[in-house]
Each structure stands twice: as C-alpha cells, then as structure tokens.
T-cell receptor, first 110, second 117 residues
Framework: DAKTTQPPSMDCAEGRAANLPCNHS???????VYWYRQIHSQGPQYIIH???NNETNEMASLIITEDRKSSTLILPHATLRDTAVYYC???????????FGSGTKLNVKP | AAGVIQSPRHLIKEKRETATLKCYPI?????VYWYQQGPGQDPQFLIS???????DKGSIPDRFSAQQFSDYHSELNMSSLELGDSALYFC????????????????FGNGTRLTVT
C-alpha cells in the first residue's frame, strides 16, 4: 500500500546538507506529506510535514514541488547522529493511519 | 514534554503463550495506533483506536486483539504466540478535535521488543 518511492540508501558528509528525495506521484489533493526517521530500532521520530507549501522547523526543511508529485527533505548540517532510516509517508485519507514504505538509509560519514 | 510510554520494553515468551503489551499515549491524545516491525522490515500497521472505538484495522492476525480504555491507554493482547510474532511493537498516538483531522502527526513510543522462543 506504500504510495511513495525513495532511494534505498544515501551517503552524506558530516556538516554538509543532506537532501533526501521522495516521489509520490499519485498523491491526492488533500493528502499531506510526512517525514519520519528511525534511529536503530527506536520508535519512528516525527520530523516535519506539509501540504503544498515549503515548511521549515528546527530539524529540517521540506520542499514540495508545485505539482506535489515529489518532495525533498533537507537536513541543513548533517551530523553523525542523523544516521537513520528516513521515511516519506503520504497519509492515507481515511482515518489517519500511516503506511510506511521502505525508506532511505542515510549514512552520515565523518 | 511527555511522550508515548510503552511497557514492558522487553518481553520473552514461549510458543503458544499469551502476551499483553501496554501503551500510554501522550496526555490529551485520543487516538492510538499499533505497529509491528519484524527484523529488517518496515513498520506495519496493525490497528488503531479513536475515542475507545476501533477506527481502522490493518494486517493484524486474528490471534491478536486490542482495546482502548477510558483513560485512553491501550493494550495489545496476543495469544497462541508463534515464532514469527517476534518483533518490535510500536504504539503511536495523535490528537484530533471534534472531527478526525488528517494532518496531526503520529508520535511513537520506543516500542516493546517481543521475543518468542
């Protein structure tokens, strides 16, 4: 039931920006895009979400294309602690549950 | 800030035994979700409750049942345990208003690791 496509893995140098892409070409008009990360078997951690405008918080920025068919999560200055699996999720309209896809394993290297 | 509390953190059971996992949502959160994550897999949605009523059902085996109580905590009951039930079980909670809102994020606990031997 996953509605998103992400690369399985990415590398990023410590201190550089990490840009994680996500395709969600079948997204409906009122479905939000959410980003979570999971650090080594801990509970998934909420990062950010948006509908159609770009969003920024203390953790990251979310850039959503104008046609809303893809988005990019930006970690502006990646640290070793950002090594995790990052999940891009489009919320299923009914009843609010999330379906997790395969995610991107981000490896931040010194 | 208060987070989602799950207990126990670790649980070891034998085949055919029963297990009960507990979840205490963030205060004032009225919706609870249960997920199962097998080794090397992504979290799979099991079931959710809104205001003590089952709101949605995913890939939950018939051997499992769950409920949400008047204080909004939830319990996942698992019977006739099988080796394949060994997994991390996550609970998440979210808040809604008078109607079910679709943009409030889910907040996850750190899970219960169930090992069936």
């Amino acid at each position: 039931d996953a509605k998103t496509t992400q690369p399985p893995s990415m590398d990023c140098a410590e201190g550089r920006a990490a840009n994680l892409p996500c395709n969600h070409s079948t997204i409906s008009g009122n479905e939000y895009v959410y980003w979570y990360r999971q650090i080594h078997s801990q509970g998934p951690q909420y990062i950010i979400h948006g509908l159609k405008n770009n969003e920024t918080n203390e953790m990251a920025s979310l850039i959503i294309t104008e046609d809303r068919k893809s988005s990019t999560l930006i970690l502006p200055h990646a640290t070793l602690r950002d090594t995790a699996v990052y999940y891009c999720i489009v919320r299923v309209l009914t009843r609010g549950k999330f379906y997790f896809g395969s995610g991107t394993k981000l490896n931040v290297k010194p | 800030a208060a987070g989602v509390i799950q207990s126990p953190r670790h649980l070891i059971k034998e085949k055919r035994e029963t297990a009960t996992l507990k979840c205490y949502p963030i205060p004032r959160h009225d919706t609870v979700y249960w997920y199962q994550q097998g080794p090397g897999q992504d979290p799979q949605f099991l079931i959710s409750f809104y205001e003590k009523m089952q709101s949605d059902k995913g890939s939950i085996p018939d051997r499992f049942s769950a409920q949400q109580f008047s204080d909004y905590h939830s319990e996942l009951n698992m019977s006739s345990l099988e080796l394949g039930d060994s997994a991390l079980y996550f609970c998440a909670s979210s808040s809604s208003t008078m109607t079910f809102t679709y943009n409030s994020p889910l907040h996850f606990g750190n899970g219960t690791r169930l090992t069936v031997t």
